[in-house]
């Protein structure tokens, strides 16, 4: 029932995209932006040096933990893109490029989330809000609509994201620093425990192995970015 939902809703969309065409499509391209790693990192970057450097650290610590959670069942899940799993779905073309690694979660939609929720909790403007609300919405359906994610990639990855969000404000909020290095030394444990289970776990033969080997880099990635966080709060802490 749910495989026939998925298929139908993903092709209702398909009929929407082959039939409106560029206006819509180019729209929500630019929206599917906003979940990609670099441009986040950018204005997380903004946010820390240019308007809080707390709501920063609480960003970049949200970031770190819900990239993990993400590889970590995206390799355990091992679930295949739409198109793959049925060959009816055609998605949008130029949405393949940031569409690589297996399907669920969806990784554009947690690391979005993840972030405007984040912002959203700890914004003072109101228009800021808003925008962030806006964002929170059209980056998980620009997935969907672009044809490269399922509505249950989309919405695990969605509930993980406010979970650890508002799971993760109120250590920042309050700007307990013995919390936030149990944070940071919690990250780094993870991530080590992550790096082992990819090299160790009996990955089924049929695994893609272009996707294990970047959960394998993504994993000395995070925990190289964690570390960094940790020394660079320590040393501002200080100093």
């Known amino acids: 029932m749910i495989k026939i939902f998925t298929t139908a809703f993903l092709l209702f969309l398909q009929g929407i995209r082959e039939s409106i065409g560029a206006p819509l499509n180019t729209f929500f391209m630019n929206c599917t932006d906003f979940g990609n790693l ?14 809080d450097k707390k709501l920063g650290e609480y960003l970049l610590v949200s970031l770190s933990f819900s990239r993990l959670a993400n590889s970590f069942a995206k390799l355990t899940a091992c679930v295949y893109r739409p198109w793959m799993s049925d060959a009816n779905v055609h998605p949008y073309e130029k949405a393949l490029e940031s569409a690589t690694g297996y399907s669920f979660p969806s990784g554009h939609t947690q690391s979005s989330v993840g972030m405007f929720s984040s912002i959203l909790l700890g914004a003072k403007k109101k228009w800021l809000k808003i925008a962030c609300i806006i964002l929170m919405v059209l980056v998980p359906f620009s997935r969907l609509y ?6 249950l990639d989309v919405g695990v990855s969605f509930i993980i994201a406010l979970i650890l969000a508002f799971g993760l404000y ?21 991530n080590i425990c992550f790096i082992v289970y990819v090299h160790t776990y009996p990955f089924p033969q049929d695994i893609d192995m272009e996707n294990l080997t970047g959960g394998i880099s ?7 970015c964690i570390i ?3 020394c660079a709060f320590e040393t501002d802490t200080k100093f």
């Open 38 to 51: 670099p441009i986040i990192l950018f204005l997380i970057a903004i946010i820390y040096w240019s308007y």
């Open 218 to 224: 993504n994993g000395y990635k995070m925990l190289g």
């Open 146 to 151: 672009l044809g490269v994610h399922t509505p």
């Open 228 to 230: 960094g966080l940790w």
């Open 170 to 190: 109120p250590v920042f909020e309050k700007e307990n620093k013995s919390a936030i290095r149990v944070f940071f030394m919690l990250m780094i444990i993870l």
